[in-house]
């Protein structure tokens, strides 16, 4: 896609350079067109992105990025991987599976550097320990690993997964917790399902996946196609585009106040509301302030678990999927 | 049975031309598995399909059983009572613009995540369809007849159970025909709202972990049950409606269609 459109301009942008002698590329070059395609709607997750995008920084490193929201957050990589957008946000429990599968996807960047899943019941409820969901119903939205996350959890209580009844809820986590249709829910998001539990006046109680015997992972990734990370254009553009991202996650955890104010600002429609706002506050600290640093030893890890669960056969080699790219030019 | 022979060769020419299309193109089989590896999906995981199966198939029969019955009530009720004519019909109308996938979350959130919701659901869909041919029946029945049974002096009851209400059945038919092939449309959706099993929740399952083989597997599995359910409803009602001639031999509808 990307590749075609370039070629011309470059073509261009090296004619402009031989006759006009002192145009400047980078100044005078057409922006490069990218497609991010979210996991989810519009939420604080995003804040790197919506807040350079705000800043005008990817307009400034040569790119025009358009964000699309999608209607399941498991289409977006597919879509990536099918050479219909550029760039994907997604899970990295997900880019295991879909590298076991055969996608053609490589995580080039981390937007959510530790998990946001969480298993969450009602503070209030009879479920104090993760021991007493013994024959109770646990809501999840079908994200292909969390019976694998919820089952790991369980057997550190001495439980298994056949010791719950799994309800797919798709997505209506809270609603189903607080309607009393389930006891717990896996998949919900710590920054944001047990900020909207607490406005709702039924607060939640999480249990960290990490500390009940999941290893760490990284919740939001950023992943592209393969044949896009080879040199040439394309490869500048995604090294120019984590190079934004880290100015952009610097710039939020320095001046989370101002960053809040930039990302509620970017759209009319209501990010400025009560649970973004509390969101805003418990994302913060978990940016990847260095977005494109990959920590290889981890992924392998993850993917060991993910193996030992049975979610994926052989890992694939981590080069295949996960890539730490040069980032952009000094 | 004439169906199966006769299906058989177009669908066998169909698949080959699918599994060619996959392997000529090499189609990355999380975009679109070879019949052959869908096959393989279904063997294999026979068991656990064959459960969903049963589960979707009884959401579906439910809300069949419970839309048509309450779709022949109320075309009844609509043509007796003249109040309800009135103001209940514009009502059903217009409640028919409202998707059923977008309440399907908030009757998950009423009925739970058991089988109460996707029948719900099933017979929502279903509901229309029959009050619309049962009306529709109910309310060109022969004038001529009508003049003379209240000449003759007929009641009003009478004349809905001798006279209206035989006239209706082939209306009435055609809708249930109607329903039994959307049934299965939303026992799915509601399965896709939220669940623990059916075809709908092994679809989403399968989704999400790239299965693409077991995805189309289960569809299969599905349309096998929508098929069934209609070359059965339709069998079923032609010999309840043994005395409706029927000009164009339609009666076992499968084989013209592969005809």
């Not at chain 1, 429990?93 to 959510?112: E, S």
């Not at chain 2, 068991?47 to 029969?61: N, Q, Y």
Request: hydrophobic share 50%.
């Amino acid at each position: 896609m990307m590749r075609s459109r370039f070629l011309p301009r470059a073509a261009l942008c090296l004619f402009a350079l031989a006759f006009a002698g002192q145009a400047h590329a980078t100044d005078d070059a057409e922006p490069v067109a990218l497609t991010v395609l979210l996991d989810w709607f519009v939420n604080p997750d995003h804040a790197p992105l919506i807040v350079a995008e705000q800043q005008g920084w990817f307009e400034q490193a040569g790119l025009e990025v358009t964000f699309v929201e999608p209607a399941d957050p498991s289409l977006p990589p597919k879509l990536v991987a099918a050479g219909r957008a550029d760039l994907a946000i997604t899970y990295q429990p997900q880019l295991h599976v879909q590298a076991d599968a055969g996608l053609p996807l490589v995580r080039i960047a981390t937007l959510v550097a530790t998990p946001l899943n969480a298993l969450v019941v009602l503070a209030d409820g009879p479920i104090r320990t993760i021991a007493d969901l013994d024959g109770k119903r646990v809501g999840y939205s079908v994200g292909g690993f969390e019976d694998a996350l919820l089952g790991t959890m369980l057997e550190s209580h001495g439980l298994t997964l056949d010791a719950v009844e799994l309800i797919n809820v798709n997505f209506s986590l809270s609603p189903s917790l607080l309607s009393g249709q389930v006891d717990a829910v896996i998949g919900a998001f710590r920054n944001f399902e047990l900020n909207q539990m607490d406005i709702e006046g039924r607060p939640g109680r999480a249990f960290f996946p990490e500390e009940e015997g999941v290893p760490a992972y990284d919740e939001l990734i950023v992943v592209a196609h393969r044949d896009r990370l080879a040199e040439g254009p394309d490869a500048a553009a995604l090294n120019a585009f984590t190079g934004v991202l880290e100015r952009a996650a610097a710039f939020i955890v320095n001046r989370p106040e101002q960053a809040w104010k930039v990302f509620a600002a970017s759209d009319a429609d209501g990010l400025d509301n009560e649970l973004n706002r509390r969101a805003w506050r418990d994302t913060v600290p978990r940016f990847a302030l260095r977005p494109a640093a990959l920590d290889g030893a981890r992924y392998e890890r993850f993917a060991g678990f993910m193996r030992a669960r049975g979610l994926i056969d052989a890992p694939p080699a981590l080069d295949t999927y996960a890539r730490q790219l040069p980032g952009p030019p000094r | 049975m004439t169906v199966l022979p006769r299906a058989l060769p177009a669908l066998l020419v169909l698949l080959g031309a699918w599994q060619l299309i996959v392997v000529v193109a090499s189609v990355p089989p999380w975009i679109l598995p070879a019949p052959v590896q869908v096959v393989q999906a279904l063997l294999e995981h026979r068991r656990t399909l064959a459960v969903d199966a049963a589960v979707t198939g009884g959401e579906i029969v439910a809300g069949l059983l419970l839309g048509t019955t309450l779709g022949i009530a109320s075309a009844v009720l609509l043509c007796v009572v003249r109040s309800a004519r009135r103001w209940a019909l514009p009502l059903m109308v217009i409640s028919q613009a409202v998707p059923v996938f977008a309440l399907a979350p908030v009757l998950t959130l009423w009925f739970g995540y058991g089988p109460g919701a996707k029948v719900a659901m099933a017979t929502l869909i279903i509901y229309f369809p029959v009050v619309a041919a049962s009306v529709d029946g109910l309310r060109y029945a022969d004038p001529g007849m009508l003049d003379l049974a209240r000449t003759l002096g007929a009641g009003p009851r009478a004349e809905l159970w001798h006279l209206r209400l035989p006239a209706a059945l082939p209306s009435i038919g055609s809708g249930i025909r109607v329903a039994a092939s959307v049934a299965p449309i939303g026992a799915v959706v509601g399965e896709w709202t939220g669940s623990s099993r059916g075809l709908g929740h092994a679809m989403l399952q399968a989704n999400a972990r790239l299965d693409t083989d077991l995805m189309f597997a289960a569809l299969a599995c599905l349309c096998a049950i929508a098929v069934a359910l209609y070359v059965a409803v339709d069998r079923a009602l032609d010999r309840a409606l043994y005395w409706q001639a029927d000009r164009l031999h339609l009666s076992s509808s499968p084989e013209l269609l592969l005809r």
